[in-house]
């Protein structure tokens, strides 16, 4: 073959030896490749198991030296998780709430009370002051525009006096012992001590729990006697609205006896007082088997009520006392002067002139008495 082969061929010898080298060097690269990849797992594997298994170890150790501490330390822990979740234990006094040893409600009241009621409500009611401190500032005293005459009109009965006095100490009471129990401890304890607002806070529980009451008759004497006059005109006080009883500026809107701001300040303080009477005898007298759960709801809705009434007695306060100039007046001595009643109360006035009740001479001593005296002419 190898005689007869010229050009071109290969004799068999000669083909093997071309061919085993390249064979060889495929089956050495396909053993590389596997032994690669056999050691890189094998390092995985390795470094896993490494950090794995100390790793769980560990865990379950520390978890079982933790379980086993707890027991050993408080063996009835289990027990009051279970209380936690709502199994019943006992209790030797038997009531609404019998064997209901820890209520999980509670929590969620404390932290609807203290994150949201009290923050809150102090906004509501330092931004009212503050806006009637700003609005006086701009403002002022509204003042008698022709000055006064010097002759008074009864505004208001000594029964009607007695009951707004009444109903005034009490609410103020409420309300001062109130907010210290609210804000005490967060604006008094840094001023006055724990001690001291410890002492204070105790005064303040009894004053609240026995007055509370009174505020019950307080509510019921302010439906007898106020009522009446304090029923809207829809069409008198919608337009006092729309003028904003004349306080922003531009004239006195036309009103009887009693106009629409007032008349929103009684049924709100009606209203809010009915809230504040049912929730205060749910949680001034728990006696009367309510649940916890209940007491907890009017409690929230008691601090809610409060916080607006408070926020609409502001500014009652500041226009009887401050604002508006003769206001005062009506509930010392139940008499205005003629012209501070036609200003403000138009309406009215022209009742009282209708009527004859309207004095045709000035009060003695009074300034119109005066200048009539100096003007006349001697006889």
Not at 67 to 80: D, T
Not at 278 to 300: A, Y
Request: one cysteine or more; hydrophobic letters at 45%; proline letters at 3%.
């Amino acid at each position: 073959m190898k005689k007869n082969c010229v050009n071109g061929c290969y004799s068999l010898k000669s083909i093997a030896n071309t061919w085993r080298p390249v064979k060889m060097v495929s089956l050495s690269k396909q053993s590389s490749t596997h032994r690669n990849k056999l050691v890189t797992w094998s390092i995985f594997l390795i470094v896993f198991l490494a950090i794995a298994v100390p790793a769980g170890v560990a865990l379950y150790a520390d978890t079982d030296g933790v379980v086993v501490a707890q027991a050993e330390k408080n063996p009835r822990a289990n027990y009051w998780r279970e209380v936690r979740g709502g199994i019943a234990g006992y209790t030797a006094v038997k009531g609404q709430e019998t064997d209901v040893l820890i209520q999980g409600t509670g929590q969620n009241w404390r932290q609807i009370r203290n994150h949201w009621l009290i923050p809150y409500g102090g906004y509501l009611l330092a931004g009212m002051l503050g806006a009637l401190f700003l609005y006086f500032l701009i403002r002022g005293r509204i003042r008698v525009e022709e000055g006064p005459s010097g002759r008074e009109v009864v505004r208001t009965t000594s029964t009607e006096r007695w009951v707004h006095w009444f109903v005034a100490v009490v609410f103020v009471l409420l309300t001062l012992t109130g907010l210290i129990l609210l804000y005490g401890r967060s604006l008094l304890i840094p001023l006055m001590g724990p001690e001291a607002f410890a002492a204070l806070a105790e005064v303040s529980i009894v004053v609240h729990n026995y007055v509370g009451p009174l505020f019950i008759l307080a509510t019921i004497l302010m439906l007898v006697v106020y009522t009446r006059d304090n029923m809207f005109d829809l069409k008198v006080d919608l337009e006092w609205f729309k003028k904003a009883g004349g306080y922003l500026g531009g004239e006195h809107p036309k009103a009887g006896k009693i106009n629409a701001g007032q008349k929103l300040w009684f049924w709100t303080a009606i209203s809010m007082g009915i809230v504040l009477c049912v929730t205060g005898v749910i949680l001034n007298f728990p006696n009367f088997e309510q649940t916890r759960g209940t007491m907890q709801i009017s409690s929230i809705i008691h601090i809610v009520a409060a916080a607006i009434v408070i926020a609409f007695f502001f500014v009652h306060v500041y226009l009887a006392a401050l604002g508006v100039v003769g206001a005062f007046q009506a509930m010392v001595s139940g008499k205005v002067d003629e012209n501070w009643a036609k200003q403000h109360h138009e309406l009215w006035y022209e009742e009282l002139k209708a009527q004859g009740k309207i004095p045709g001479e000035p009060v003695a001593g009074s300034v119109a008495s005066s200048k009539e005296v100096a003007g006349r002419q001697p006889s």
